[in-house]
């Protein structure tokens, strides 16, 4: 079967100098140098002359030699892309020469022996480009270990494997997957996972080669063409060796396709080649033809394969035209390949002659066929023999790092004992301090609300107490001033029928109210008025009472402190005017404000306000406003927006005293 690895390596040349721009440095400019590098790989492989302009103008403006000597190795590289060999080995020897008395350029001098060595392989010189990777890998493959490492690896893993080495190249492509994890750049894991898959297709472990295959398509989407194309043409490879023809077909199909997006000759007669091969084992031959004529224009003077590939693809032509019974036109192949075969690859020869036993047997020249029997047996001993010394030396392999790993599983395992039990002391301790401080917080919390609800007990009983003082000492206060103040007239004038009456009417009202904390509006001012009523009735028309009330609000049921309209009246009719005259006032104004309070405002143009200094008569208690405003204080600590009363003297020129209380139209009242 075809493989064409050299076109395989081919495909990866790219990706093995891409490496050499992520080393890393310890200078910013060499950090840009490196991104400017990987900026220019395409480039580089494409049009090399323009890219030695673009990195000698670049390297110009460096003053770091580090990042200097990285631009040069590009540059190099350039010039033997361009065809100046002599020119880039200069450059090369030039650039190891300053690595050898510089500490710390290792890693430069591993980039060049790199770079050398994908030279040598464009060369077709596989041996000195294994030899220029080994000095690679040595040269990198040191602290601080950098991604140019990851390429050298890969690289000298490919080379193994072109040399039949699988099992060094099994190893090397484990060494890289292990560099992908501990250098973290999962860009490289396809081209690994592929190549292990090869090494196992080749050891024919073909479930094993599957499950790298697998894990190389779950990465597959975003990656190059290139990249792509290597995957689908070595699965379908894989599918070959398993006699799974229909999928190796499919495989191959996909692959070129690839191949024609890159527009690579040598990649589309690769995979013709390949199916034409797989035609001819399902005896398809008119599909067979159309793929090998595919083929031949890419074997002329300058053909697209190497000798190998060339000699195969002749071969394929050959055991076509026998299968067309045209045997005529293979007699001078077959001399020439008897004569001399430059073919390095055993698997070739085997199939070769197992083509040339089944073409001198239909030509019924025996002792021939029986020749090239011999000659294929022995080839395939050989491929037996190789593989079977594989195959043994890549499960010592295995079974040396899988041992490895064991010790280093049980030494794991013992430390993460040591690490569970202590974990699990210091958890133990932790719960404990936890739930120590849980109790701690449950009982603070618990305490907290205990005394929260002992003290709005207290606060309730309190306000209940204060509640009753108030209604205990506003009503008698006001039934001992109005007794003092009517009784007396009775005994003089029984007949005043009038003020007795007004005075049951009020001492009624006042009981009602007395009970409770608030009442509604419209009996709050009946109250008043004939409390003023009967203070006329008894001393007389003066001081004058005006009223001015909103309408709307004159029958309104909106509910008031008791007695809160009465107290400050009562207050203005007995301590305001010292001496009455016909200019002694009382205006009364209430109403609504803009900002939805009610205002119930008592004006007077008496003496003014003068706290503490109020001649007590024998007659009062002195604690109507007193208990009006510890009334409010009690109120308000249930309401957000509070109620305010004020007592304030007249603004000059005039004179008298002003007390207003302003209740918000929300106001509530807790009993």
């Not at 770079?115 to 464009?122: D, F, K, P, T, Y």
């Not at 990851?150 to 699988?166: F, K, P, V, W």
């Not at 053909?303 to 001078?332: C, H, M, W």
């Not at 001649?615 to 509070?642: E, F, S, V």
Request: charged share 25%; aromatic share 8%; net charge positive.
């Amino acid at each position: 079967m075809i493989r064409l690895l050299s076109y395989i390596l081919l495909l990866l040349l790219p990706w093995m100098l891409y490496s050499c721009q992520r080393s890393h440095t310890s200078t910013q400019q060499a950090e840009a140098a490196d991104s400017m590098l990987r900026a220019q790989t395409d480039l580089l492989f494409s049009n090399p002359k323009r890219a030695e302009k673009v990195l000698t103008q670049y390297q110009r403006g460096l003053t770091d030699s580090m990042a200097w000597y990285k631009v040069e190795v590009f540059r190099s590289t350039a010039c033997n892309l361009a065809g100046d060999t002599l020119e880039a080995n200069r450059r090369y020897d030039r650039v190891l020469r300053w690595c050898s008395h510089t500490p710390g350029s290792h890693i430069v001098a591993g980039q060049v022996w790199n770079h050398r060595g994908v030279n040598a392989m464009l060369r077709g010189d596989a041996q000195e480009s294994f030899s220029c990777y080994e000095r690679a890998f040595t040269l990198l493959n040191q602290p601080p270990k950098t991604i140019d490492l990851l390429s050298s690896t890969i690289n000298l893993a490919d080379m193994n494997m072109l040399n039949g080495q699988l099992p060094k190249a099994s190893e090397l492509y484990r060494y890289a997957l292990f560099l992908c994890d501990s250098l973290r750049d999962q860009r490289s894991r396809v081209p690994i996972c592929v190549g292990l898959g090869q090494v196992y297709m080749e050891l024919e472990n073909y479930p094993e080669a599957h499950r790298y295959f697998r894990l190389a398509s779950r990465r597959l989407k975003g990656e190059t063409l290139q990249t792509q194309y290597l995957y689908h043409l070595s699965l379908g490879n894989c599918y070959y060796y398993e006699r799974r023809y229909d999928d190796a077909l499919r495989s191959f199909r996909t692959a070129r396709d690839f191949a024609v997006k890159l527009n690579n000759e040598g990649f589309r007669v690769s995979c013709d080649a390949n199916m034409g091969e797989v035609y001819l084992m399902l005896d398809d031959l008119p599909h067979a033809r159309a793929c090998l004529d595919l083929c031949k224009p890419a074997l002329g003077d300058r053909p697209l394969v190497n000798a190998d590939n060339t000699f195969y693809i002749k071969s394929l032509v050959a055991d076509l035209a026998i299968a067309e019974g045209r045997t005529s036109q293979v007699k001078d192949f077959v001399s020439r390949a008897s004569d001399s075969l430059l073919v390095s690859s055993p698997r070739y020869l085997m199939l070769h002659y197992r083509r040339l036993q089944r073409y001198a047997a239909r030509d019924h020249r025996w002792q021939d066929a029986y020749h090239y029997q011999s000659l294929s047996v022995r080839y395939a001993d050989s491929l037996n023999n190789r593989q079977a010394r594989n195959t043994m030396a890549e499960m010592a392999g295995r079974y040396q790092r899988d041992t490895t790993l064991l010790r280093q599983h049980l030494a794991i395992a013992d430390y993460a004992a040591r690490n569970v039990r202590q974990q699990n002391y210091i958890i133990l301790a932790v719960a404990l301090l936890a739930l120590i401080a849980l109790t701690g917080t449950l009982v603070i919390v618990l305490y907290r609300r205990r005394t929260r609800e002992r003290m709005k007990q207290q606060m309730e009983r309190m306000t209940e107490l204060r509640m009753d003082v108030v209604r205990n000492r506003v009503s008698p206060h006001y039934v001992f001033n109005v007794l003092g103040t009517v009784l007396p007239k009775l005994q003089r004038y029984p007949e005043l029928v009038g003020p007795v009456e007004l005075l049951i009417d009020v001492l009624r009202g006042n009981l009602l109210a007395s009970g409770k904390v608030a009442v509604p509006l419209c009996d709050e001012l009946a109250l008043v008025h004939r409390f003023v009523d009967l203070h006329h009735y008894s001393k007389g028309e003066l001081p004058k009472v005006s009223w001015q009330v909103d309408p709307e609000l004159e029958q309104s049921q909106l509910r008031v402190p008791s007695m809160s309209l009465q107290i400050p009246v009562e207050n203005a009719l007995k301590h305001a005017f010292p001496v009455l005259t016909e200019e002694s006032a009382i205006h009364i104004e209430v109403r609504l404000t803009a900002d939805n309070y009610l205002r119930l405002e008592v004006t007077d143009n008496g003496q003014g306000y003068n706290p503490g200094r109020v001649k007590r008569t024998g007659r009062d208690t002195g604690t109507g406003l007193r208990l009006l405003t510890r009334t409010l204080d009690i109120l308000n600590q249930y309401n957000r927006r509070q109620a305010r009363f004020t007592i304030a003297n007249v603004a000059p020129p005039h004179h008298g005293t002003r007390m207003q209380l302003l209740l918000p139209m929300e106001y509530y009242y807790k009993y």
